[in-house]
C-alpha cells in the first residue's frame, strides 16, 4: 500500500481567498490524482497531476480555479481559488500503485473544506 | 465514459445481520475496488478485484467481469461497519477511478 499524507486536514476560510492543499506519498509513484467530494455526494475527479507538465482537468474544472503542481513522484499540491460557498468540500489526494497488471488506487485523508 | 450503479443506495441494519451490496458498470474494467468511507471521510480500501472471489474476515466481495457486476457480502455486522461503500471502476481505456454513488449503511445496536 501507499502511506498518504494532506495538509492541512482542515479549514474554514472567506469568500475570494485561496487555500492551496499539500499532498505527500512515501513513495515514487507515477499517476498522482485529486479528487473533490460534495457533502453527501460521490467523488468527482478533478484532475490527473503530472510530473514536470500541466496537469490534465477533467470536463467542469479548469487550471485558473483549480491549479496544481507536481515537482516530483512524491508531492503534489492543489490550489482552490477565489474560493466560494460552493467550494466548500473534502478535497481528496490519490495515488495508484502499479506492477504489471495490479493497479490499485489509494487515497489520501482529505482536506476538509468550509467556506463562509 | 463507463457507468457504475450501485444498489441500495441506502440500508440499516440490526447488528448481527448481514447483507450485500451491488455494484453494475457498464463496460469492461481493468480494476474494481471497493472502499468504505468512515464518518470522519476516510476512504478505506476494502478490496481490489477487478474478477474472482477475495475474503477478508466478516467482508468477502465477488467480481463476475464477464456479466459486469461485484457483490460486497458484509456478514455478522457490526456498528463500526457504519458509513457509505463506494464501488469504482477503471473502465479497459481509461486510466483512474470512476465512483459510483456509494450505499449509506447504517448498523443499530
Known amino acids: 500500500s501507499a502511506v498518504i499524507s494532506q495538509k492541512p486536514s482542515r479549514d474554514i476560510c472567506q469568500r475570494g481567498t485561496s487555500l492551496t492543499i499539500q499532498c505527500q506519498v512515501d513513495?515514487?509513484?507515477?499517476?498522482m490524482f485529486w479528487y473533490r467530494q460534495q457533502p453527501g455526494q460521490s467523488l468527482t475527479l478533478i484532475a490527473t497531476?503530472?510530473?514536470?507538465?500541466?496537469?490534465?482537468?477533467e470536463s467542469g474544472f479548469v487550471i485558473d480555479k483549480f491549479p496544481i503542481s507536481r515537482p516530483n513522484l512524491t508531492f503534489s499540491t492543489l490550489t482552490v481559488s477565489n474560493m466560494s460557498p460552493e467550494d466548500s468540500s473534502i478535497y481528496l489526494c490519490?495515488?495508484?500503485?502499479?506492477?504489471?497488471?495490479?493497479?490499485?488506487?489509494?487515497f489520501g485523508p482529505g482536506t476538509r473544506l468550509t467556506v463562509l | 465514459g463507463i457507468q457504475v450503479e450501485q444498489s441500495p443506495p441506502d440500508l440499516i441494519l440490526q447488528e448481527g445481520a448481514n447483507s450485500t451490496l451491488r455494484c453494475n458498470f457498464s463496460?469492461?474494467?481493468?480494476?474494481l475496488q471497493w472502499f468504505h468511507q468512515n464518518p470522519w471521510g476516510q476512504l478505506i480500501n476494502l478490496f481490489y478485484?477487478?474478477?474472482g472471489t477475495k475474503q477478508n474476515g466478516r467482508l468477502s466481495a465477488t467480481t463476475v467481469a464477464t456479466e459486469r457486476y461485484s457483490l460486497l457480502y458484509i456478514s455478522s455486522s457490526q456498528t463500526t461497519d457504519s458509513g457509505v461503500y463506494f464501488c469504482?471502476?477503471?473502465?479497459?481505456?481509461?486510466?483512474?477511478?470512476?465512483f459510483g454513488e456509494g450505499t449509506q449503511l447504517t448498523v443499530n445496536p
Open positions: 490519490s495515488v495508484t500503485l502499479m506492477a504489471g497488471s495490479y493497479n490499485e488506487q489509494f
Open positions: 513513495s515514487q509513484v507515477t499517476m
Open positions: 497531476a503530472n510530473q514536470g507538465s500541466e496537469a490534465t482537468y
Open positions: 463496460d469492461s474494467v481493468n480494476n
Open positions: 478485484i477487478p474478477s
Open positions: 469504482a471502476v477503471v473502465g479497459t481505456s481509461g486510466s483512474r477511478l470512476t
